[in-house]
């Protein structure tokens, strides 16, 4: 879920060797993205990539962007993030923010795999709406998403609940200390 660069082509390999140790729902769904992979120069990789992360909100890889939005309340859910990698013993450096979700995958794989495991189920509704719409556009990237969710308890109806939620209403947007800049007050206007 990382930005494809040569690292990703060089590993093809590894991760198929890996993907065909792992059962169905979480190997087929790899061995389906390695295959775009397989088949698509990497320009065309990188290119698609910006094009659904980078530039398409409902696409965010970090993961409380979803909960928070671009809100005050981010900054400590980041800082939980930070706090249980170092709980871990692990140090991030300043290169990505902590709730990329390749950050969060490597730190569950590699780091602490129970802690990293409640982040992504923390984060599920994001994930299920990122996922859902990585399927509605045909991005290669589902099959990603697919063997994450495949790893996660089922959704409950809470977490359908939010994700009906979330893909009606959107990510939260910042509502404090607002009310003072409004066009009224300083726009000559009457309201």
Do not use: N
Not at 40 to 65: G, K, N, Q
């Amino acid at each position: 879920m990382s930005y494809p660069d040569e690292g990703l082509l060089d590993r093809r390999p590894l991760l198929r060797d890996a993907a065909a140790t792992l059962p169905g729902p979480l190997g087929t769904p790899l061995r389906g993205f390695l295959d775009h992979v397989d088949r698509t120069p990497l320009i065309a990789l990188a290119t698609d990539y910006v094009a659904t992360f980078d530039h398409r909100r409902r696409f965010s890889p970090y993961l409380t962007y979803f909960a928070y939005g671009d809100t005050r309340k981010r900054g400590m859910a980041l800082l939980r993030f930070k706090h249980a990698y170092r709980t871990a013993g692990l140090l991030l450096d300043d290169s990505e923010l902590p709730d990329h979700l390749a950050v969060v995958l490597e730190f569950a794989a590699t780091g602490d795999a129970a802690t990293g495991r409640r982040l992504l189920v923390e984060h599920r509704a994001g994930l299920e709406l990122m996922r859902l719409g990585l399927h509605e556009t045909g991005s290669p990237w589902r099959h990603v998403l697919d063997s994450v969710s495949a790893t996660l308890p089922p959704l409950a109806g809470r977490d359908h609940d939010a994700v009906a939620r979330l893909a009606a209403a959107g990510p939260p947007e910042e509502e404090v200390g607002l009310d003072p800049y409004a066009a009224p007050l300083f726009g000559g206007g009457t309201s």
